[in-house]
Every structure is written in C-alpha cells, then in structure tokens.
C-alpha cells in the first residue's frame, strides 16, 4: 500500500501512459448491500443467490449483486456503482432513497431492467427510464 501512495505522491498531476490513462492508480473495489429503510435488512429477492450469480457481463458483475468502485489515479479519479435494486414496486423508492444519501447524482441513462428469460436458465435486460431523473 505504502509502494502505491507513493507512486500517486511521486506521479506528476498529468502523468498518464501513451494511451492516455493514468500512469499511476489505486483501485478499490468493494460489495455493498442495499437496504430496505423500512426493515433495515437487505432487500428481499436482490441477491445472487436469488439470481443464480448469472454473470452479466465479462468483468464479473452478477446480478443481484451491489458494488463500488472507486479509482484514484495521477490524471484522474472516478466512482463507478453497480447496484442493484428490486425490480418491482419498490424501485422508485428504493431509487429515491439512494439518490437521497448519494453524495453523486445517480445517472440519468444506464437503468435496466432484468427479467428471466424464455428458457428460465438466464435473463434478459431492456432499457428503462430512471426511476429518479427529473
């Protein structure tokens, strides 16, 4: 940890490689769990295990799953969440609530919604307004 620090101490404010990224970064990724402010419990029916782990897409993200990421680099930073949150009546709330406490503006675009597929071995996910975009 200490070898990182330094490196993004060392790394001048605009050091990046020849792609462009930065030269220098720590990356945290960590689970999370939404809860449901009514019972203080996770949500019920959003988990992997109520999922399967079906695998979303190539870089380990299953749904049911909730995680953050947060990268601080020498050129620069961000914060990536995936979340996921019930698929039912209790979105617009669950949304709101998030939104609520987010110290970030969730995204306007990039809702979707997960539905079992035809077969029952895997889901499907179509586009869908955000449930907190004004």
């Given at each position: 940890?200490?070898?990182?620090l330094t490196a993004l101490?060392?790394?001048?404010?605009?050091?990046?490689t020849r792609y462009g990224r930065s030269a220098a970064c720590l990356v945290l990724n960590a689970p999370v769990r939404l809860v449901d402010p009514a019972g203080r419990e996770p949500y019920a029916g959003v988990s992997e295990?109520?999922?399967g782990r079906f695998a979303v897409d190539g870089y380990g993200r299953t749904l049911g799953a909730s995680r953050v990421r947060a990268t601080i680099g020498?050129?620069?930073?961000?914060?990536?969440?995936?979340?996921?949150f019930p698929a039912d009546d209790r979105l617009?709330?669950?949304a709101a609530q998030v939104?609520?406490?987010?110290?970030v503006r969730l995204a306007a675009k990039h809702w979707r919604r997960w539905t079992p597929?035809?077969?029952e071995a895997g889901y499907r996910s179509g586009k869908i307004p955000s449930p907190v975009a004004r």
């Open positions: 940890m200490d070898a990182v101490d060392d790394a001048e404010p605009d050091a990046v295990e109520d999922t020498s050129a620069a930073s961000s914060l990536s969440l995936w979340l996921s617009s709330a669950a939104q609520k406490h987010a110290p597929g035809r077969d």
